[in-house]
Every structure is written in structure tokens, then in C-alpha cells.
């Protein structure tokens, strides 16, 4: 049995790739910037190409925010069920969910410079002049503010992050000395706690309001009540697959020794079941907007079943449905490195791709896909900081929570 | 060397009590092999009279007509398909028990997994009744089945969801049955083998298909176990997804809601939850099966009841809050006018539906309400009752009030044959559950038997020292080294 190798050391290589992932990320938002930028034009035109460079710096960070969050929703929802399974890996979910403050600090900056900024191109509701011509935002105008959105946007980044900080402060706490079975219960209370906590915030925010404010506002007019549980689908799906990347890596680099084949294999269970749970909301959503054939609400769909974004919106369906459905269908696919690796990479591209459709023909033209490499150039930026970020958080706890009461069960587990 | 029966002792056991595997088989095939106690008789009797009651109000219905029940033009379904919708919700505790928690290696389910399953089949049995008799002239039932016909172009509608929930229910329930009846087959042949009396080991002996217990029985078994599961996982989304599509594909306001599938999915294990803590917590303590279905299984399947509760009460308010957002009169008009207005005709059922649904299961917060065995019950009926008119306002409250107002329906209430319909159904619903409770080992014995070097009281006890070692000790022994 390999030597136990208790806590990380960001080796140099792994560095230098999360910065050189950043500094691509920068350059593109130079980039992007630039090319914008460069023509002045009336200011209309201006506000257009600022809305192509925002609308790209939302898409990246909401979408990696979110799937950072999901990491905190697994945690979560592992703990409340007594998952003892994944024990063996928590603290490598607990390193993603550092990034949930980062991310989210950038996040918040940015929805708030979109708000406030005089650009309203994006959230064209939070113009008063145009929410003063236009009798259904002016309706909606009590949901649909600048104050409520700020406010609600602070409050969850912190909540999130605060309780994220929470159960990793809990999972710590136990790093101490072994615990008797009646202070294992007591601990296991604690915890139950928090995660509930956590999953009630949870439910107001990214299950219903978070999305609604985010994202959906971007078309004012067009509703759905899906729509959130989608977004979590999506990023639920994407935040699984952040997770499985970490622990092959750090499996490859001679980490994790009791993580084994059988949590890789449940890791792309979870894969599997949610990309198949995201395509049943996808075509719930779709077939019922389609069925009823209301124009309030297939003008959604418009550009992007029919126009210029449908090969993104075609591309979306066949990665994160087709793709992991053929593939994860075997069991010897969920226990493959090579296929896990693969898949997970492609999902979290899906889902970003998924979050592109969602924004781009909304906040900046139905009629045309913008050059997308821009996005994933900054979309690279993202990566780097939560590779960067989830290192460092990494280095300063042990790699496995020792005393946890359930980790033994961890230790032998079998699928 | 590899430890497979570990498991934490800060788990609570699954089956109390010193048990060994015979005491096992004991237990649980008591209340089979003793008498029907004065009690069984009783409850029989009294649902067969139901049962007895619900089929001459079908027979008034069939004679005279639907004219029978107060349906008109504008309400068009009333008690018919909010009863079919409330019995089809409470057929899916049963398969998820079976099949998605034993995906999620829910050990507990072990424990109540066959009187759900069986209730699960029952229920699906009572809601068929709905659509079939509300057909009116149902000696053309045969209708919806799609097969070569000499009627034409007379064929069914492929577009209709209604159509769709044929094909989905009937599904349902026939992998339903099967999973059911496969998992019983080791039990029936339990019984057979302990049998005295004749006819009893013919009757078991018939029903469990000549099953010997032989390793290629339980392999065979255990591969059929998992494929029936994998049928079953996504039957239980599909099945209330299809129902809700009835509903959601309609423009009529208050119907046509895109989140409609998964929180109807989700309102169905609420509502078939809710039943199966109604019928566990008093089977439990008549047949003594207490250290079986112990506390925290009650406990457990409490949570997912506040779960599912929240979650379906995320989904009213969605629903609630984007009617208002969308600007659409209609559809802001049948929420705020046909639901939210209390002076509204039917305005009392919509909080009715919020209070029981959302609002009291919100007490399973705390463990000492989860573990309240009284408080389970009454709440279980509670939660059902809340499911009913939760039903009862997405289909009466959105139809009565078309958009003419010279259109708007006279106050609908039912006829006694409508509730005698709907009462019959329970009848059928019990006597089946009491039929099964006297034939059929209500628990499952041999999937016990699985769990009970793991999670048995006495057997955990006796972990004292695995618990005790070092998290390093442990590893070096017991971790499973598979090479990477």
C-alpha cells in the first residue's frame, strides 16, 4: 500500500498552469475589450459593444459561481442523507467550495456594474425610461429593481459563502482527535444543522429567485416556471463532474489512496442520473412551450430552436444528453480514468455552452452568435481561479477527514 | 483482509432487538400463519362494504349516464380525475422505495418496501378506475388501444397526453407488479416450506413458481432485481410527468405551467409517502412488527415528507409569483381571483391545499415530531388530504370560470355517486391491503435478512471494536486496495 500522502503540495507545473489559464483569461478580456471597443460609433453602437462585453463576463462568472455553489449543494445534500460513500473525497469538495467566495466576489462585481452602470442594453428593465414606455416591465417593476436585485444578489453571495465556510470549519473541527460514538452523534447533529441551513437559502435562492434575477431577467418579457430548477440541473450536473476532475487528478498525482474505482463510479452514476434529470427538464420545458404554441412564450425559443443559435442549442443537447447517456451507459465507462476524465471535461463544457444560449441571445443579438472563442477565453480565466484557488485551499487541510464518523464506511465501499 | 459488514455505530440499527435469522423469518411470518384476528375481520368487512358501495355508484353512473355525476360544460372534471391524479401520486412512494433508494443504497427501505410496493399497485389499481368510468360509454374502452381496426381513419389520437397516460400507466403498472412479485417469490416459498396445513402449501407452493432457494435462484434473482429497478427509475418520473402533461400542454390558465412534471413528480412521493406512513404506523404496531419498522424509519421517511413538502410548496409559490410576473391577464386572474381570493367560490380550498401541504409538514423539522408516532399519523392524513384539493384546485379552480362569464359554471359539487365512487375505490384499496397484510409477509424477509449483519441492533453492538480502531489501524486492514 502506497505511503499515505496527508496533505497536498501544489506542484509547480499544476501552478503554472492555473496562471497561465488566468493570464488567458485576462488577455481575452483585453481582447474582447478591445475589439468591442475599438470603433466608437454612435453611442448606441457603444452600448451594444458594451453589452457584448459584459454579456460575456456575466455568462463565465454566474456559470462558474453556480457550479462552485453546487459543490456546497452536494455537500450538503450528502450530509443530510448520511452519505458516508464520499467521505473519502469530501475534503476535496470542500476545496471547491473556497472558490464560492472568489467567484463570487467577481460575480457580484460584475452583475452590479451591469446594473448600475448607465448600459441597460443587458437589463434593459432596469432603464426607467424604457420600464416608463413599456406597460408589462413597468408591472413587473416590483420584482424587477434595482434595489430588490442588489440587495438579494449581496445577500446570497455571502450566505453562500458563509455557510460554505461553515461546513468546512465543521469538517476541520474534527481534524482534533478521534470522536467517541456519542460525540460522533452529537457532531453528526451539528453538521445536519448547517447543511439544513444551507439547503433552506438554497431553495430561495437558487431554486427560485437567483435565476429569475440573473438570468431570466435578461428577457424580461418571456417567463417560465421551470426555469430555475433547470439552471440547477444544469449546474448541479456541471459541479459533479468539477468534483470527479479533482479527484482523478489528484489520484493521478498519487493523492487520495482510499478514494478507489467504486467512488469514481458513483461519482459518474451522479453524472449520468443528473444529465439525464437535466434533459427531462429540457424537454419538459421545451415540449410544453412548443405544445401550447403561445407566442409570449415560444418567442424564447425562436433564435434559438430555429435561428442562429441552434447549432448551439443542438451542439447543448448532444453533449449533455446523447454524450452521457451513450457513454455512461457501461459500467466499465464510469470506472475508466481516461473516459471519466474525458466526459467530465465535456459536460462542464455542455453546460457552459448551455449557459451561453441562455444569455447571449437575450443581452446581445437573436440574430447572431457572437465569435464565441472570446467567451471561452475568459471562460479559460475561470477555470484557472478555481484550479488556483481550490490548490491552495487544499494545502491547508489534511486530504481525508480522519475522526469523521462515517469515514470508514468510505474506506470499504463498494458500488 | 477486507471488512465487508461495517457499518458507523453512530447509525442508528435498522432492526432492533436480538435477532438471528430465524427469529427473522418468525417475526415476520406470524401475523401470516396465525388466524385473522377479530380486528382483521372487522376492517375487512368494513372496506368490502365500501368496495360494495363504490361499485353500485358506478353501476348508477353506467345505467343513467354521467348525467349521474354533476359535471357540466364548463366543468367538465371535477371529483373523477382529481380522484384518479390523488390515487396515481400515491402509487409512486412504492417503486421509489424500491427502485431509486435502492439506487441511493438506502438501507432503511429494506424495512417498508413491500407493504409500499403493494400499496403502490393498489393505488394504481383505484386510479385506473377514474378515466375508464368517466368514459361514459365504456363498453368502448377498448377504444384507446391502438390496433388494426376496421373503423378507418378512425384511430387514436397519438398527440393527446391522454393517450399517453394509457400507455404510461399501464406500464407502471405492470413493471410495478412484477418487481413486487419477483421480490416476494423467496418469501412465498418461506412460507410454503414452513406450512402445515394443505391447502396451504399448495397455495404458496403454486404461487412461488417452484423456488428452491438455489444460488442460480438467486442469481437469477438479484439480475432481475436490478433490471426491474432500472426499468422502474425512470417509470417513476415518467408517470405523474405524464399526468401533469394532461394538464400542461392545454392553454387553459392555471394549467399551462412549465414546471408542472417535476413537481408533480415531486408532490406524488409527498402524497405516497404520507400513505405509507398511514399504513405503517398502524400495521407495525397491530402485527408487532415494531423493531422492523422501527422509530427511525418513521423518522426517516418523515424527512422526506417536510422534503418533498418543501419542495412542492417552492413550486405553488413559483407558480403564484410568475403568473403575477408574466403581465398575462388570464393567467394572473385565475391565480389571484379563482385561487388567492378567499371570497373567491372555491377560494377556501386553495389555502386549504397551502396549509396542509407546505405549511404543517414544516413541523418535521423537529426530531421529536418525527418521532412522534400519533402526530405521523395524523399528519400523514393530513398531507393527503392537502394533496387531494391540491388536485381538486389545479382542475376545479382553472375550468370553472371560462372566459366568458356567461360561460362560468354554476357551483360545482358532487353527486353521492361521485363520492360514492370515490369512497369505493377505498374500499377496494383496503380490502386489498387487507387481503395482502393476511397473505403476504408485509415486510420483506429475505432483504432483511441482507441488512441484518449490518445494520442489526446486535450486530452492531458487537462492531465495538472496529468502531474503536484508529482510522490507520482501520485502513491498513480493512481498506479495499484496487489498485488505483
Given at each position: 500500500m502506497a505511503s499515505?500522502?496527508?496533505?497536498?503540495?501544489?506542484?509547480?507545473?499544476?501552478?503554472?498552469?492555473?496562471?497561465?489559464?488566468?493570464?488567458?483569461?485576462?488577455?481575452?478580456?483585453?481582447?474582447?475589450?478591445?475589439?468591442?471597443?475599438?470603433?466608437?460609433?454612435?453611442?448606441?453602437?457603444?452600448?451594444?459593444?458594451?453589452?457584448?462585453?459584459?454579456a460575456s463576463l456575466l455568462q463565465n462568472s454566474v456559470y462558474f459561481l453556480l457550479v462552485c455553489n453546487a459543490v456546497i449543494f452536494f455537500i450538503a445534500a450528502t450530509t443530510l442523507a448520511w452519505g458516508g460513500w464520499q467521505m473519502s473525497f469530501r475534503r476535496v469538495s470542500e476545496a471547491i467550495t473556497v472558490c464560492v467566495p472568489v467567484v463570487g466576489t467577481i460575480c457580484g462585481v460584475i452583475l452590479l456594474t451591469i446594473l448600475f452602470s448607465s448600459n441597460h442594453i443587458i437589463y434593459h428593465w432596469s432603464d426607467n425610461n424604457v420600464v416608463a414606455n413599456d406597460a408589462a416591465l413597468d408591472w413587473k417593476s416590483g420584482f424587477l429593481n434595482k434595489g430588490f436585485f442588489a440587495t438579494w444578489t449581496v445577500f446570497t453571495i455571502v450566505a453562500w459563502s458563509l455557510v460554505g465556510w461553515k461546513l468546512r470549519s465543521l469538517s476541520r473541527s474534527t481534524d482534533a482527535g478521534k470522536l467517541t460514538v456519542e460525540e460522533g452523534k452529537r457532531y453528526m447533529w451539528t453538521n445536519t444543522v448547517w447543511a439544513a441551513i444551507y439547503i433552506v437559502i438554497f431553495a430561495l435562492t437558487v431554486m427560485s429567485s437567483i435565476p429569475w434575477f440573473w438570468l431570466m431577467s435578461i428577457d424580461a418579457h418571456w417567463y417560465s416556471t421551470m426555469y430555475s430548477w433547470y439552471t440547477f440541473a444544469s449546474s448541479f450536473v456541471a459541479g459533479i463532474a468539477l468534483i470527479t476532475l479533482f479527484v482523478i487528478y489528484l489520484k493521478n498525482t498519487g493523492y487520495l489512496e482510499f478514494t478507489t474505482k467504486e467512488h469514481l463510479h458513483d461519482l459518474g452514476k451522479f453524472q449520468f442520473a443528473f444529465s439525464i434529470f437535466w434533459t427531462y427538464l429540457w424537454f419538459a420545458q421545451l415540449m410544453l412551450i412548443w405544445y401550447a404554441n403561445i407566442p409570449e412564450e415560444t418567442v424564447y425559443f425562436k433564435p434559438r430552436y430555429f435561428g442562429a443559435y441552434s447549432p448551439i442549442f443542438w451542439m447543448v443537447f448532444m453533449i449533455n444528453f446523447v454524450a452521457p447517456i451513450l457513454i455512461y451507459m457501461s459500467r466499465d465507462s464510469k470506472r475508466n480514468y481516461a473516459t471519466l476524465t474525458f466526459m467530465s471535461m465535456l459536460i462542464l463544457f455542455g453546460h457552459w455552452l448551455d449557459f451561453y444560449q441562455m444569455v447571449f441571445p437575450g443581452s446581445v443579438s437573436p440574430d447572431h452568435v457572437p465569435?464565441?472563442?472570446?467567451?471561452?477565453?475568459?471562460?479559460?480565466?475561470?477555470?484557472?481561479?478555481?484550479?488556483?484557488?481550490?490548490?491552495?485551499?487544499?494545502?491547508?487541510?489534511?486530504?481525508?477527514?480522519?475522526?469523521?464518523?462515517?469515514?470508514?464506511?468510505?474506506?470499504?465501499?463498494?458500488? | 483482509m477486507s471488512l465487508l459488514r461495517y457499518e458507523s455505530q453512530v447509525r442508528p440499527p435498522l432492526v432492533e432487538g436480538n435477532k438471528d435469522y430465524h427469529q427473522v423469518t418468525e417475526d415476520i411470518c406470524r401475523p401470516v400463519e396465525a388466524k385473522p384476528s377479530k380486528l382483521w375481520w372487522i376492517g375487512f368487512l368494513i372496506s368490502v362494504a365500501f368496495l360494495c358501495f363504490g361499485i353500485f355508484s358506478v353501476c348508477m353512473e353506467v345505467t343513467y349516464g354521467v348525467g349521474q355525476w354533476n359535471l357540466n360544460k364548463t366543468t367538465g372534471w371535477g371529483w373523477d380525475i382529481t380522484n384518479f391524479v390523488w390515487w396515481v401520486g400515491i402509487g409512486h412512494a412504492g417503486t421509489l422505495i424500491s427502485a431509486i433508494l435502492l439506487l441511493f443504497r438506502q438501507g432503511w427501505r429494506t424495512g417498508v418496501n413491500r407493504a409500499a410496493e403493494a400499496m403502490t399497485i393498489f393505488a394504481v389499481m383505484c386510479a385506473g378506475q377514474f378515466p375508464i368510468w368517466h368514459m361514459g360509454r365504456v363498453w368502448d374502452a377498448f377504444f384507446v388501444l391502438p390496433y388494426a381496426?376496421?373503423?378507418?381513419?378512425?384511430?387514436?389520437?397519438?398527440?393527446?397526453?391522454?393517450?399517453?397516460d394509457v400507455f404510461a400507466i399501464s406500464t407502471y403498472f405492470t413493471v410495478s407488479l412484477l418487481f413486487w412479485y419477483s421480490g416476494l417469490l423467496p418469501d412465498l416459498a418461506t412460507l410454503r416450506d414452513r406450512a402445515k396445513l394443505k391447502w396451504r402449501k399448495m397455495f404458496y407452493g403454486i404461487a412461488s413458481f417452484g423456488w428452491t432457494g438455489s444460488t442460480k435462484h438467486w442469481q437469477r434473482h438479484e439480475?432481475?432485481?436490478?433490471?426491474?429497478?432500472?426499468?422502474?427509475?425512470?417509470?417513476?418520473?415518467?408517470?405523474?410527468?405524464?399526468?401533469?402533461?394532461?394538464?400542461?400542454?392545454?392553454?387553459?390558465?392555471?394549467?399551462?405551467?412549465?414546471?408542472?412534471?417535476?413537481?408533480?413528480?415531486?408532490?406524488?412521493?409527498?402524497?405516497?409517502?404520507?400513505?405509507?406512513?398511514?399504513?405503517?404506523?398502524?400495521?407495525?404496531?397491530?402485527?408487532?412488527?415494531?423493531e422492523y419498522i422501527t422509530i427511525e424509519h418513521i423518522d426517516v421517511m418523515n424527512k422526506v415528507i417536510v422534503l418533498t413538502g418543501s419542495i412542492v410548496g417552492i413550486a405553488?409559490?413559483?407558480?403564484?409569483?410568475?403568473?403575477?410576473?408574466?403581465?398575462?391577464?388570464?393567467?394572473?386572474?385565475?391565480?389571484k381571483e379563482n385561487r388567492v381570493n378567499l371570497?373567491?367560490?372555491?377560494?377556501?380550498?386553495?389555502?386549504?391545499?397551502?396549509?396542509?401541504?407546505?405549511?404543517?409538514?414544516?413541523?418535521?423539522?423537529?426530531?421529536?415530531?418525527?418521532?412522534?408516532?400519533?402526530?405521523?399519523f395524523f399528519m400523514s392524513i393530513l398531507v393527503n388530504i392537502g394533496m387531494w384539493f391540491e388536485r381538486f384546485v389545479i382542475i376545479v379552480t382553472s375550468v370553472y370560470r371560462?372566459?366568458?362569464?356567461?360561460?362560468?359554471?354554476?357551483?360545482?359539487?358532487?353527486?353521492?355517486?361521485?363520492?360514492?365512487?370515490?369512497?369505493?375505490?377505498?374500499?377496494?384499496?383496503?380490502?386489498?391491503?387487507?387481503?395482502?397484510?393476511?397473505?403476504?409477509?408485509?415486510?420483506?424477509?429475505?432483504?432483511?435478512?441482507?441488512?441484518?449483519?449490518?445494520?442489526?441492533?446486535?450486530?452492531?453492538?458487537?462492531?465495538?471494536?472496529?468502531?474503536?480502531?484508529?482510522?490507520?489501524?482501520?485502513?491498513?486492514?480493512?481498506?479495499?486496495?484496487?489498485?488505483?
Open positions: 499515505t500522502r496527508d496533505t497536498f503540495q501544489v506542484p509547480k507545473r499544476y501552478n503554472s498552469l492555473a496562471i497561465a489559464l488566468m493570464a488567458i483569461g485576462i488577455i481575452a478580456i483585453i481582447a474582447l475589450y478591445i475589439t468591442t471597443h475599438g470603433s466608437g460609433g454612435t453611442p448606441a453602437e457603444k452600448h451594444q459593444s458594451d453589452a457584448r462585453f459584459w465569435t464565441i472563442l472570446y467567451d471561452f477565453g475568459v471562460g479559460i480565466g475561470f477555470v484557472g481561479v478555481i484550479l488556483f484557488v481550490t490548490a491552495r485551499a487544499l494545502t491547508k487541510a489534511p486530504m481525508i477527514a480522519k475522526n469523521h464518523p462515517l469515514i470508514k464506511e468510505s474506506l470499504i465501499h463498494h458500488t | 381496426n376496421t373503423r378507418g381513419p378512425l384511430w387514436v389520437n397519438f398527440n393527446s397526453p391522454l393517450l399517453w439480475a432481475l432485481s436490478l433490471v426491474l429497478a432500472g426499468l422502474s427509475t425512470p417509470l417513476v418520473l415518467s408517470v405523474h410527468t405524464i399526468v401533469s402533461f394532461d394538464f400542461a400542454t392545454s392553454v387553459v390558465p392555471g394549467w399551462h405551467t412549465t414546471i408542472f412534471p417535476p413537481y408533480f413528480v415531486a408532490g406524488a412521493i409527498f402524497s405516497g409517502f404520507a400513505m405509507v406512513q398511514t399504513l405503517l404506523v398502524v400495521t407495525r404496531r397491530v402485527l408487532g412488527l415494531e405553488y409559490l413559483t407558480e403564484l409569483f410568475i403568473a403575477w410576473y408574466s403581465h398575462v391577464p388570464y393567467e394572473w386572474f385565475a391565480f371570497n373567491s367560490p372555491y377560494g377556501w380550498s386553495y389555502y386549504l391545499m397551502m396549509g396542509c401541504n407546505v405549511l404543517s409538514p414544516q413541523i418535521f423539522w423537529f426530531r421529536k415530531m418525527r418521532r412522534n408516532l400519533l402526530l405521523t371560462d372566459y366568458l362569464p356567461s360561460s362560468w359554471s354554476t357551483y360545482y359539487r358532487p353527486t353521492i355517486w361521485e363520492v360514492g365512487f370515490y369512497l369505493g375505490t377505498f374500499g377496494l384499496f383496503f380490502t386489498c391491503y387487507f387481503l395482502f397484510s393476511k397473505f403476504f409477509p408485509v415486510i420483506a424477509v429475505a432483504e432483511i435478512k441482507h441488512i441484518l449483519k449490518r445494520s442489526g441492533e446486535n450486530y452492531k453492538s458487537k462492531m465495538d471494536v472496529v468502531e474503536k480502531e484508529t482510522f490507520d489501524d482501520f485502513a491498513h486492514e480493512h481498506a479495499h486496495d484496487h489498485g488505483a
